[in-house]
């Protein structure tokens, strides 16, 4: 899964100038999972996923400890976590909160459902037969 969470990640990077850090990056992955998980098992779905994948990141990453999830799923940080975005430590920190959220929806929904979800938003990396545990398909 780390594989295809790190080329995610590269895909914003790229799209987007301003999520150069692996930071930013990252928490626009969660971000841009909300509308189509949202759709799929309501707001308040989504934002129940979203909170229990930080509080299992949290344990792993605490950069993320002052990180909230808002009553629409976004992600709220603090001004001093907005500041260190582009550090190296709120790039693995996001990272594994992004690495938490897919790991919940295989889970919960399974592995293929969860790629059709990602392959939505992300065709490109999904596209390139990346499957969540890092291997070729």
Do not use: Y
């Amino acid at each position: 899964m780390q594989t295809l969470v790190q080329r995610l990640i590269q895909e914003e990077a790229g799209r987007n100038p301003a999520a150069k850090s692996g930071g930013r990056a990252a928490l626009d992955v969660c971000e841009k999972l909300r509308a189509p998980l949202s759709t799929f098992t309501g707001v308040g779905g989504f934002r129940s996923l979203l909170s229990r994948a930080l509080v299992l990141a949290k344990a792993k990453a605490p950069w993320l400890a002052g990180l909230q999830v808002a009553p629409d799923g976004s992600l709220q940080l603090t001004a001093e976590q907005t500041a260190q975005l582009d550090t190296p430590e709120a790039a693995r920190s996001s990272a594994e909160l992004v690495e938490q959220t897919l790991g919940l929806l295989v889970t919960f929904i399974g592995e293929s459902l969860t790629l059709r979800f990602v392959q939505d938003v992300w065709p490109k990396p999904v596209n390139q037969h990346l499957k969540l545990n890092g291997a070729k398909k």
